[in-house]
């Protein structure tokens, strides 16, 4: 999701200043950035998900939020329902039936198919990569010039609203 490029520009690292063994470990850095926030807030780009939930309610809750699009939605050993006749939230990844108000789904377990993640990626969850970035970069460099405080605090201010409410 983040470029080295921009994860350099960022980072106020000029060229030529990193070295291609500091490449990798800057590569490596905005991975545990990107994995970081999305481990916070779910997929930070579209993403296929197939998941085994709960039926016999009114409610099929899934797993990976946010929730994109359903692809298919399959009582174990029965047949595919019609995705049309669902509506699935995208922040709170509950599966509802959209024509029938109280509709219960009977089977005890659902196969269901769908895309989780952002599209687009809000503005403010990129600057949270960046801010999580500098945390996992800044220690390795020691006493490097021209960076910030190396604290995930901002990050967890810029993630916060986009964290699912738990299930548990």
């Given amino acids: 999701m983040l470029s080295l490029t921009a994860a350099r520009r960022f980072l106020q690292v000029r060229d030529g200043v990193v070295n291609a063994d500091q490449d990798t470990e800057l590569t490596e850095a905005i991975a545990a950035a990107e994995d970081w926030v999305a481990g916070k807030v779910g997929p930070l780009s579209p993403t296929s998900v ?3 939930v709960s039926g ?12 994109l699009s359903l692809t298919s939605v399959t009582p174990v050993g029965g047949t595919a329902l019609d ?4 509506h699935v939230g995208k922040r709170t990844g509950l599966v509802k039936n959209q024509t029938v108000t109280g509709a219960v789904f009977i089977a005890t377990e659902y196969d269901v198919v769908y895309q989780a993640g952002w599209l687009p990626l809000p503005s403010d969850l990129v600057q949270a990569v960046k801010e999580a970035l500098l945390y996992f970069w800044v220690p390795q460099r020691g006493n490097a010039r021209n960076t910030k405080p190396a604290t995930l ?15 548990a």
């Fill in 83 to 86: 995705v049309t006749q669902l």
């Fill in 153 to 167: 605090d901002r990050a967890k201010e810029l993630v916060a609203d986009y964290e699912p409410a738990g299930f």
């Fill in 56 to 67: 016999g309610t009114d409610t099929l809750i899934l797993p990976e939020v946010p929730a």
């Fill in 50 to 52: 197939t998941a085994r």
